[in-house]
């Protein structure tokens, strides 16, 4: 066990739909010290919840760490169908990689139910780090909104103020629930989107796979092998890289200097016939004011509009992946 087992870290709570980045993403977490991971909690997104759970167990088997409590959420988006991502993440979800059988144990709690008893525990302490859709985080905030001021931060992937990957507008997990992802971001409590914008940029490419290739572990190697899969995958689509959305949020978790962040109004587009799911961020801190005079508008001013969000827009990519590399080697 490292450091991370005796609470020296900043706590967190890793709630994930695992998914290949999720897998990458769960990993670097467990192998840094700054991080104390209190709970995995399981939402549907790239898998279904019963997939997602199996991945989450087998995943914190191979690391050793049964300490950890892992508990089943959510089975469905707030008010849409679920949308899984096996074309992506393979057949398991986790690049089809068969994990030996978890030696770990789900714990009985209901994902949110658990979120809201560790706030509870821990005021002021706990960041939550939900890497897929926002089901099981809005979930919790509509049972106990209490919970809101008692979290330290909240620190997503998700969203984009430059167009989608699902589509034009819209990012996959806020896609998956919108009024889910609505919910979260105007709660009201710190929150940092880590979105397409930086995790596009950050591309885990064949030179940082050869170098985890060099050393072995069971981490190192079930990384190696999820790598790989997206490397070539990428290939496919024309790209040299795979985009390390989910691990570049734990990263931010990690070290918040790894990104440029400047604080935003975000709302989540959820009746758009094109742009449902979009994450519509203010740039300039404003609105127009219209007021009625007969039978039209007229603007009469500019409203200040708060920010509800830091939006990361640049990132220092090299040195994540230098991170990422160097943390899981022999691992």
């Not at 991945?55 to 088997?61: D, E, F, I, Q």
């Not at 005021?123 to 509509?142: M, Q, S, Y």
């Not at 799911?277 to 409203?303: C, K, M, P, Q, W």
Request: aromatic residues 6%.
């Amino acid at each position: 066990m490292g450091s991370t087992a005796f609470g020296a870290g900043n706590k967190i709570i890793f709630d994930t739909d695992p998914g290949t980045d999720d897998a990458m993403a769960l990993m670097l977490a467990l192998n840094s010290p700054e991080l104390d991971i209190r709970a995995i909690t399981v939402v549907p997104g790239n898998v279904t919840a019963k997939q997602g759970l199996e991945n989450a167990l087998r995943m914190v088997s191979l690391a050793n760490r049964c300490d950890i409590p892992v508990a089943a959420g959510a089975e469905h988006p707030l008010f849409q169908k679920l949308i899984t991502a096996e074309f992506w993440h393979g057949k398991n979800g986790l690049a089809n990689v068969e994990l030996p059988p978890s030696k770990c144990k789900v714990d009985p709690r209901f994902g949110p139910d658990l979120i809201i008893e560790m706030v509870h525990a821990s005021p002021h302490e706990i960041t939550l780090v939900p890497v897929g859709p926002l089901t099981n985080i809005a979930l919790a905030i509509e049972k106990d909104p209490s919970i809101v001021p008692l979290v330290k931060e909240v620190i997503i992937m998700g969203g984009s103020i430059t167009g989608g990957n699902v589509n034009a507008s819209a990012e996959a997990n806020i896609y998956n629930d919108p009024e889910a992802a609505q919910i979260v971001f105007q709660a009201g409590w710190p929150l940092t989107m880590v979105g397409l914008d930086v995790g596009d940029k950050t591309l885990f490419s064949k030179k940082y796979l050869d170098r985890l290739g060099q050393t072995h572990g069971p981490m190192n190697d079930f990384i190696y092998q999820v790598a790989h899969y997206l490397i070539d995958l990428s290939a496919q689509f024309g790209s040299d890289g795979t985009p390390m959305y989910d691990p570049l949020a734990v990263g931010v978790a990690i070290d918040s200097t790894l990104v440029k962040a400047p604080a935003m109004h975000v709302d989540v587009e959820t009746r758009g016939e094109f742009t449902r799911g979009e994450t519509v961020a203010n740039r300039h801190g404003s609105v127009e004011r219209n007021v009625l005079h007969g039978d039209r508008y007229v603007i009469e001013g500019v409203d200040k509009v708060e920010p509800n969000a830091k939006v990361c827009v640049e990132v220092d990519a090299d040195r994540f992946l230098e991170m990422f590399v160097s943390r899981l080697r022999g691992k």
